[in-house]
């Protein structure tokens, strides 16, 4: 029954590992990606797609009413997958204004389209459906023994960004609870594979250690974070959307916890393996390691309890990390062009005054 979905963020990380994940398995779908194209963004991850018949990219921001609104129109929109967001924790401390307007004010704008519209009869035959992909950093911070969240934890927010998806779960909530909207909340770990800008943890070690340059890590690296490979992300993502409760939120984890510190030595020594760090003078990549001021407010501990939706959706993690760090490396090895071309003068203005250190 599903025709034309709407995806927000497609050129980001998720966003265009999610297109690719769809317009592979299911060639009757029509997607229309709607990408403001900020500095994580990049139309280039999605090539080799981008040129399909049921594929449709609009430049434009959630919060434009009128663009959504015809976009709404012209495609007959009855579904809208969701992943548009300001993402790095970093950025929202030191910006926090941006994060406002689109986690918050852009997710209003999507969902009272979506109220106006699909009340009123514009899907027909087709059920609507608002898949909103949220984050597991809403539910604040864990301790060393405690155990992973669930569905049923309260809300606790501890960062700018955090809080500003955690008002925005708030809202997808209350439009399905006031207005009978079908909306769907996802909450995942933390995500890693190909197309990851590389303010990320994994994707910028790979970086700077190809580089030749010091990897910053924050404090001792002792901050424990569950990783989940964007691939298995996707196929939860099709579960949900096809098989998913109205009104219902799913937890999507791989019980995959590292310190990053850990991650950050695994790199190295497989990077040891691939590429030569003598290149740069050094006897291993782990030389290169530099540990810098901690982060305000840093969570230590984020773990997702995922047995909902394994229970109900029969969803559980296909990827080992073992493979998926290593496909990942190799990724990112092979694509270091792709790499260059988007870090922008933006990004290095933002490592610099951040990390008081060049890109």
Wanted: glycine share 8%; aromatic share 14%.
């Amino acid at each position: 029954m599903i025709k034309h979905i709407l995806v927000t963020g497609g050129c980001g990380f998720i966003g265009s590992n999610f297109i690719r994940y769809v317009l592979e398995k299911y060639s009757a779908y029509k997607i229309i990606n709607l990408d403001k194209v900020t500095y994580a963004g990049n139309l280039a991850n999605l090539k080799g797609v981008d040129h399909l018949p049921n594929y449709q990219f609009v430049k434009g921001d959630i919060g434009d009413k009128e663009l959504v609104e015809r976009l709404f129109k012209e495609y007959k929109i009855h579904v809208v997958v969701h992943f548009a967001a300001e993402s790095h924790v970093d950025r929202s401390i030191l910006g926090p204004e941006a994060f406002i307007k689109t986690n918050i004010l852009g997710t209003f704008n999507l969902l009272e389209m979506a109220r106006k519209l699909w009340l009123e009869g514009l899907t027909g035959n087709h059920p609507p459906l608002f898949l909103h992909i949220s984050t597991d950093e809403v539910y604040g911070t864990l301790g060393i023994n405690d155990p992973p969240f669930t569905e049923e934890d309260p809300y606790a927010p501890n960062s700018p960004y955090a809080a500003t998806k955690a008002a925005s779960d708030y809202l997808v909530r209350a439009y399905h609870q006031t207005y009978g909207l079908p909306t769907i909340i996802t909450n995942c770990s933390n995500n890693y594979g190909p197309y990851q800008f590389p303010e990320k943890l994994i994707p910028l070690v790979i970086y700077r250690a190809y580089k030749g340059k010091t990897i910053p890590i924050y404090g001792q690296g002792h901050n424990i974070r569950d990783w989940l490979y964007v691939k298995d992300h996707c196929r939860a993502l099709d579960l949900v959307l096809h098989h998913g409760k109205s009104g219902e939120n799913y937890n999507m984890g791989a019980k995959n916890e590292w310190r990053n510190i850990d991650i950050v030595y695994l790199i190295c020594n497989l990077l040891d393996k691939k590429y030569p760090s003598k290149i740069h003078g050094i006897e291993s990549f782990k030389e290169l390691i530099t540990f810098v001021k901690d982060r305000p407010g840093h969570d230590f501990r984020y773990a997702m309890d995922a047995t909902k939706i394994k229970t109900e959706l029969g969803w559980e993690p296909e990827y080992t990390f073992e493979k998926g760090i290593e496909e990942t490396i190799d990724w990112y090895l092979n694509h270091m062009d792709w790499v260059e071309g988007i870090i922008s003068g933006d990004y290095q203005k933002f490592f610099e005054r951040y990390y008081g250190m060049t890109l």
